[in-house]
């Protein structure tokens, strides 16, 4: 078939474009208007047009199975397609997506992940990434090195203001639409892209033509139509070339999808890479936009101009409005020297550095960010398009009264979670404490609208401190987590669910059953009970017993404040614990390397201990600290914390401790040893250790009776036992030596304070030589 | 590197320039030839006052052809900043060049005036004595005396000379001046004219006038500039040169140039040499290796291209007198001990750091220059 419709060659997010555009609809005047966008969104498209829609928008398409695949198609105000439809809508002609539907864009993009993970699997045998960004539909964009070298033939730095300059400030009639159709074609003829890139294109365009055969064939006359299409496409949209046959169709891979529309930001806009142009400056974008319909491009410098000194004057520099127009003089004649109709995002950022700046692109940099990004978001009317757990999502932000947080810049909540006494009803007693069990929600689906962060007081279990941030990424997060359930509080608890039967580790069991009791999820919190019962029954793996009886512990004490009833998990903590105490012991056999991990679950079991004294078995937890602290053949520091544990407690007498410690560190004993375990000893109640002169003078005698090369060894233990003291319980150590050796407390400062002799330098570097680790 | 050009040169004979007896010649007299071929090659508009039009001034500085023959670019790297600082001359604003000792920023002022009014001899050259009287005007005593104020009698400065004519003129070192003297400027660039009372008259500028001033940010004993003053200019930062291959190019031309001008009797270091030295020089610039991998002591001097450029015709100049006219890793390290170490112990504990711990390891290529530094440095 012969056929000849009328085409407009766009790029995406070109105000121009979109301009153009509407000037080139009111001259043609079609009765059916074709954009190149998803074919099944036909469904969504009155709701973009709908008053209350505010650009940008977006159309997300996902699949409904696993895994989610996900895709993006982003509108502004000055996108062409976007004027397109209100065009459209504006003059009651329909309109209508041309472009493949969602399902096939979706099987493409199936099997170009696999194609990509295959090539990535075969060149290194890499572990393939699961999670690869959105990709999305668009103008295809070859290799950026093409572009660059057309940049750099007009002597322009970058592709993007060669684009700007060439085709966004043009306004004459008709320039864009001929330029871009020159751009298409020389495009096509540069053969050095993809071959995978350049069949989808010549898929997609088949396709195209299909659809346009199809409306001819339902009565549209060919020049009663218009196509708006990337400018890639624009020189291949007649009737000389092929269309796709339903065989062809049938053959492409699909995957089922559902569409819906999002609300999208300017920062995404700015953020994302590889789509056209014009998507660096969104903001700018729009200014370019406005005014092209008010007072022509001429105006956009000092728009720009002044809206940066605005911003450098609310953050408190002044500019002057002289700058001003100074910097929008320059900024033309940067212009003019390219022979530039006006200038370009590129010559307004230097005119700004260099007058508002004053040379300094650090002074100006966050004003024109916020100038050229901004932080619009899109909005939708209420009940659009939406899947049910963003339904869901709505209503609780509504419940909880969280409306207001739902902004594109972050911002700061803290929480109380306990009871408000001065309100009546029990939900607004209970405000925070349900904010708090939402928020954790969905920080376990990975929704990033909330992110915790930390507070001041660790260890207070009422306050928390969120930060709340609306972004396009969280929406998409969320609609992605409707496959797991149809609300929030099903689509947590299946997550829960999964992730224990994934899990293995005790710890990682004791943290959902926190979890599960911070999302307010009691029934997920049952099942990470047994779970973890189950776990703990087969183990004796002490740090990992002492952790996970810590983390209930802290849930145990949550109890109150998060009110639930913490009842059924303290005989599970009481068995934790005996669990942890028995296997201490033999745990404590252990090496070097092992002794932190060690300590911090010592650490953590005795605080439970002292928490739950009257539930836990703490008689047996001092019983095998005990057994500890006098045993010579577990690792020496763990037997120095038992005993110092033991003396914090109040459990060794001054006498016993002397005892303790002249047997530790008796001449004969190896250096490691003896150090080791008094490194042990001084981890903790310092101030009982300092006040305690005994101890000192048994010190300066064991240290006194070693020969030269245990003396070497016993410093590497000393010096790490005494590191992490202050300087001032340094001095304070000092001055309880000097003591032992008839000095008074000035005279040995004053020995400290002096600089190091050359002798004694030499002897520093001495050390250097001896090895260490005999 | 010979940095000012003194106005007395301007003065001098021409035919000592010609016979070649003067230490540096303006640029306009040593690339008059490019000059010339692109004021004959030049089809776009001249702005009022300017010999050529802004497109012909950038070929001149940054390099490119006219008509057939090739221009040798002046100023490499950073072509964008010169299509900022050319623009900002064409709007009538004045030009403030900044940045860091050694980033040629004399070296484009002195270009920039020599390609758009073929003079770059209208200087003022800012010192901690400078006064008010050198930047607007002075009087010849013995006329005034014997005569009371005349147009005779009226010395006039480089300013006041642009002024009149229409053309650039140069303020070199502003912030080395005493504030007060700087003030001079900030009725003299906002209504660009020069009130003489004692002769109940003023100067208005002609079109072309502006004023090209550079500035130091690092060295010491340097004045502030007054926001006001800042206002009158547009202020264009010069960097460093961006990477080494840059900086190497740039050394590299300068030697070159240099050795002919100053007939040193020695050969070319060789392009690893060059490499070496501007190496040491960014290394300790930046107070790290150029892998990033080392952080390092940065010794109090001043690191610049142009420092590495002197080094490198300092060792020329010692081969060429004492050694065989080969630069050896002795010249080398004789040049390089005294621009890394200058007055302070410091200096020379930084160094020894940096030849034990850098360039000790960095093999047998470099033994040789390690060898001979650490023996500068006992």
Known sequence: MSWQIHVLGVRHLSPMGAWQLREFLDRTRPDLVLIEGLDDAGEVLPDVTRSETEPPVAI?????????????????????????????????????????????????????????????????????????????????????????????????????????????????????????????????????????????????????????????????????????????????????????????????????????????????????????????????????????????????????????????????????????????????????????????????????????????????????????????????????????????????????????????????????????????????????????????????????????????????????????????????????????????????????????????????????????????????????????????????????????????????????????????????????????????????????????????????????????????????????LQKLADSDDRSPPLSGYACAILLERGLIENEALAREVSRRISPGVPADLGAGWFEGLAQRNRYALLARQPLWEQLAGYIASLDDDEFKRALVFLRRAFGPFSAREKRQISENLAECWGLNADAASELIEQPLTEAEEESLKGLNEFDFDL | MAKKVADAAAAAPAAAIKNGEILRAPAEEIYADELQALLEADKHDKPPGWRMSPRAVHTYICGGKAGKREIAPKYIGHARLVEIAIATLVTDRALLLIGEPGTAKSWLSEHLAAAINGDSTKVVQGTAGTTEEQVRYTWNYAMLIAQGPSQQALVKSPIFRAMESGSLARFEEITRCASEVQDAMISLLSEKRLSVPELATEVAARKGFSVIATANTRDRGVNDMSAALKRRFNIVVLPSPRTLELEVDIVRKRVTELAASLSLRAKLPAAEAIEKVVTIFRELRQGQTLDGKNKLKTPSGVLSTAEAISVLANSMALAGSFGSGEVTAEDLAAGLQGSVVKDEDKDRTCWQEYLTNVLKKRGAEWRSLFKACSEQNE
């Open chain 1, 60 to 624: 997300l398409a996902y699949t409904d199975a696993l895994p989610v695949r996900t895709l993006v198609y982003p509108f502004a105000r000055y996108s062409p397609e976007y004027q397109a439809l209100v065009w459209a809508h504006e003059h009651g002609v329909p309109a209508e997506f041309c472009d493949l539907p969602s399902d096939v864009f979706l099987g493409l993009q199936e099997a170009e992940i696999e194609w990509l993970e295959r090539t990535r699997r075969e060149a290194s045998e890499a572990p393939p990434s699961g999670d690869e960004p959105p990709i999305r539909v668009g103008v295809p964009e070859p290799r950026p090195s093409l572009y660059q070298r057309i940049a750099e033939q007009a002597g322009e730095r970058d592709y993007d203001t060669y684009w700007e300059r060439h085709f966004e400030h043009n306004a004459a009639p008709g320039s864009y639409r001929g330029a871009t159709v020159e751009l298409g074609r020389a495009l096509r003829e540069l053969e050095e892209d993809a071959p995978r890139w350049r069949a989808e294109n010549l898929v997609r365009e088949a396709y195209m033509r299909r659809r346009i055969e199809q409306a001819i064939g339902a009565g549209y006359q060919p020049d009663k139509i218009a196509a708006v299409v990337g400018a890639f496409h624009a020189p291949v949209l007649t009737g000389e070339f092929p269309t796709m046959s339903d065989a062809e169709l049938a053959l492409l891979p699909r995957r089922t999808s559902k569409l819906t529309l999002m609300p999208y930001s300017y920062f995404r806009l700015s953020s994302q890479s590889g789509y056209g142009a014009g998507n660096v400056a969104p903001a700018y974008f729009e200014l370019l936009w406005e005014a092209l319909n008010e007072r022509g491009i001429g105006d956009l410098s000092r728009r720009y101009l002044s809206l940066v000194a605005r911003h450098l004057r609310e953050a408190g520099t002044h500019r002057s409005t002289a700058e001003v127009i100074d910097s929008v003089r320059l900024a033309e004649t940067l212009a003019a020297l390219k022979g530039g109709l006006a200038p370009a995002l590129a010559d307004l950022h230097d005119a700004a550095v260099t007058l508002l700046g004053q040379g300094e692109l650090s002074a100006v940099k966050e004003s024109l960010a916020r100038v050229d990004v901004g932080t619009a978001i899109g909005r939708l009317p209420r009940g659009v398009s939406q899947t049910s757990i963003q339904a869901d999502f709505d209503r609780e932000l509504a419940r909880l009264k969280l409306e207001k947080y739902r902004g594109a810049v972050q911002q700061e909540l803290d929480l109380d979670l306990r009871e408000n006494r001065r309100v009546k009803s029990a939900e607004t007693a209970f405000l925070d404490l349900n904010r708090s069990s939402f928020f954790h929600r969905l920080r376990v689906l990975g929704v990033s609208f909330a992110k915790p962060g930390a507070t001041r007081q660790e260890s207070a279990t009422w306050a928390e401190k969120w930060f709340l941030q609306w972004t396009p990424e969280s929406e998409i997060e969320l609609v992605e987590s409707v496959l797991l359930g149809e609300t929030i509080e099903l689509a947590t608890a299946y997550k829960f669910k999964s992730q224990l039967d994934a899990c293995t580790s005790i710890a990682d069991a004791a943290a959902l059953v926190h979890d599960a009791c911070r999302c307010d999820l009691m029934h997920s919190m049952e099942l990470a009970r047994r779970r973890l019962q189950e776990l703990a029954a087969v183990s004796s793996e002490f740090a990992a017993l002492a952790a996970a009886a810590r983390q209930l512990g802290l849930v145990v004490r949550y109890g109150d404040v998060r009110r639930f009833d913490a009842e059924p998990l303290v005989p599970l903590l009481e068995e934790l614990f005996v669990q942890a105490a028995m296997s201490l012991f033999a745990s404590a056999g252990c090496d070097d390397e092992a002794v932190p991990a060690m300590l911090e679950g010592i650490d953590a079991l005795n605080k439970v201990g002292l928490e739950f004294h009257d539930r836990v078995a703490e008689p047996l937890w001092i019983e095998q």
